[in-house]
C-alpha cells in the first residue's frame, strides 16, 4: 500500500517562506511529484525528484531524501497567488500516482 | 481546443441513473487516467489506460467502467450512480505511463449524486 502524509494547513505572510514536508511509505520508489491546485482548478505540475538533493526552479526548489522517505517544497518571496494546495504524489512500483491528501496554503498581506 | 477537456463542468444527477463523463486530449499521449477528488482524500486513480486499446483498474475501480477506442478520447462510464459518487473527476494524461512524465489535468466534472 501507499502512505503519503503531508500536513493539512499552512499559513504565512507574504514575502516570508514556507516549506511544505511530505513523508511517504511505497511499495517501491520510482520518483516524486509536487502539484499546485488553486480552488476549483485542475492539478498542475510544479517539480519532479527521482534522486536525492534539491531541485531549484526559481521561487520554488523541491528536496528528496530517498533512505528518509521525505521530501519537502519550498516556497519563496510568497506572493498572494501562491495561495493553493500543494500536492505530493510519489509513483511506486506500479508507476502510477499515489497522491498525499494535500497542504493548503494561505498567503496573508 | 488545446490540452485537456471534460465535459460536464458539473452535473446533478438521481442515483440508479447511468452516467457518462467524457475526456478528449489533443496532446497525442499515449497514457490516460481518471481520479475522483474528495475531501481530506486526496486524488484516487480510478482507472487508467497506458495506450490506445488498453485499460487498467486504478484504486478505487468498483462501480466504473472506462474504454480507450482511440489516442484522444477516455470515456468513465458510472453505470448506476449511488450517493457515494459525488466527488470532483479529474481526467489526466501523459506522454507515456513512464515514471518521469508529468500528468496534464484537465478541467474536472464536479458530480452530484442525489
Known amino acids: 500500500g501507499q502512505n503519503i502524509d503531508q500536513p493539512t494547513e499552512m499559513t504565512a505572510t507574504e514575502g516570508a517562506i514556507v516549506q511544505i514536508n511530505c513523508t511517504y511509505q511505497t511499495s517501491g520508489f520510482n520518483g516524486l511529484f509536487w502539484y499546485q491546485q488553486h480552488a476549483g482548478e485542475a492539478p498542475t505540475f510544479l517539480s519532479y525528484?527521482?534522486?536525492?538533493g534539491l531541485e531549484e526552479k526559481g521561487r520554488f526548489s523541491s528536496f528528496l531524501s530517498r533512505s528518509k522517505g521525505y521530501s519537502y517544497l519550498l516556497l519563496k518571496e510568497l506572493q498572494m497567488k501562491d495561495s493553493a494546495s500543494y500536492l505530493c504524489a510519489v509513483i511506486g512500483n506500479d508507476y502510477k500516482l499515489s497522491f498525499g491528501a494535500g497542504t493548503t496554503v494561505t498567503v496573508r498581506a | 481546443i488545446a490540452g485537456i477537456t471534460q465535459a460536464p463542468t458539473s452535473q446533478i444527477l438521481a442515483a440508479g441513473r447511468r452516467m457518462t463523463l467524457r475526456c478528449t486530449q489533443d496532446?497525442?499521449?499515449?497514457?490516460m487516467y481518471w481520479y475522483r477528488q474528495d475531501l481530506g482524500l486526496g486524488l484516487r486513480l480510478i482507472h487508467y489506460?497506458?495506450?490506445?486499446?488498453?485499460?487498467g483498474k486504478g484504486e478505487v475501480p468498483d462501480g466504473y467502467s472506462v474504454s480507450r477506442a482511440n489516442t484522444d478520447d477516455f470515456p468513465l462510464t458510472l453505470a448506476s450512480a449511488v450517493p457515494s459518487q459525488t466527488s470532483v473527476y479529474f481526467c489526466?494524461?501523459?506522454?507515456?505511463?513512464?515514471?518521469?512524465?508529468?500528468?496534464?489535468f484537465g478541467p474536472g466534472t464536479r458530480l452530484t449524486v442525489l
Open positions: 489526466a494524461s501523459s506522454e507515456t505511463s513512464g515514471s518521469s512524465n508529468e500528468q496534464f
Open positions: 489506460s497506458n495506450t490506445a486499446g488498453t485499460t
Open positions: 525528484n527521482v534522486l536525492d
Open positions: 496532446m497525442r499521449h499515449n497514457a
